[in-house]
């Protein structure tokens, strides 16, 4: 099974700053990564995700992250942030090996960010 | 519909009793996943569905938890004899097919337990 280790569980910033938000996972056999925002009392959306090519990913609100296959990384960064980034996100793996039920997401723990004025 | 509904958003169960949580996924998906996000934790999984059949239900954390979908659309998640332990935001996800296809989230139902 697939173990996902995201090191901060909060990550406060100042609005207009640079962050990463880092996730590492356990395998180094095929996989898909993805990270996900969740909203207050809401759901999980997508932000972005990594299935092959490139290793850089562009996802929505300006967020984007970078497969790092040796390091069994994928961090998660944002140029500038805004007020309206404040929630939780997760990073997601997904391996297609023989046996795994495809699509089946393993979950870190979750990372809080604060954006402050 | 235009995403995945879950009903209801918000359930209180004094411990002991039977609950029963739907969820409503964009038609035409393929796929139902349920997750368990306990307070403070990442969703995990539960069980999965491709239509009717349920192909893995690895993550059920005891028989008093039962999943159906019998037609291939709506899913129910079941719980017997509710414990405190089992206060947590339950979450389901479809998708149009395996794999790498995107999941979709509903918001989830917040069950707790008193």
């Known amino acids: 099974a697939q173990s996902v280790t995201q090191l901060d569980s909060q990550v406060p910033v100042f609005e207009e700053a640079p962050v990463e938000l880092r996730c590492n996972y356990s395998?180094?056999?095929?996989?898909?990564l993805f990270w996900y925002v969740q909203y207050p009392n809401q759901g999980l959306q997508l932000l972005l995700k990594?299935?092959?090519?490139?290793?850089l990913v562009k996802g929505i609100n300006g967020f984007e992250a970078e497969f790092n296959k040796s390091q069994t990384s994928f961090h998660l960064r944002k140029p500038s942030v805004h007020i309206s980034d404040t929630a939780e996100y997760f990073c997601?793996?997904?391996?297609?090996?023989?046996?795994?039920?495809?699509?089946?997401?393993?979950f870190g723990r979750g990372t809080q960010l604060t954006v402050w004025p | 519909g235009a995403g995945v509904s879950q009903s209801p958003r918000y359930k209180v169960a004094k411990r002991g009793q039977d609950v029963a949580l739907r969820c409503d996924p964009i038609?035409?998906?393929?796929?139902l996943f349920w997750y368990q996000q306990a307070l403070g934790q990442g969703p995990e999984f539960l069980t999965y569905?491709?239509?009717?059949?349920?192909?893995?239900k690895s993550g059920l954390p005891s028989d008093r938890f039962f999943a159906e979908r019998p037609e291939g659309s709506v899913s129910t998640l079941k719980i017997q004899r509710t414990q405190q332990e089992d206060s947590a935001v339950y979450l389901c996800?479809?998708?149009?097919?395996?794999?790498?296809?995107?999941?979709?989230f509903g918001q989830g139902t917040r069950l707790t337990v008193v």
């Open positions: 395998s180094s056999v095929s996989v898909y």
């Open positions: 038609s035409g998906h393929v796929s």
């Open positions: 997601a793996v997904s391996d297609f090996n023989r046996g795994s039920t495809l699509g089946r997401l393993y």
């Open positions: 990594y299935l092959s090519g490139s290793t």
């Open positions: 996800a479809s998708s149009l097919g395996q794999g790498n296809t995107e999941a979709f």
């Open positions: 569905f491709q239509n009717e059949a349920q192909l893995d």
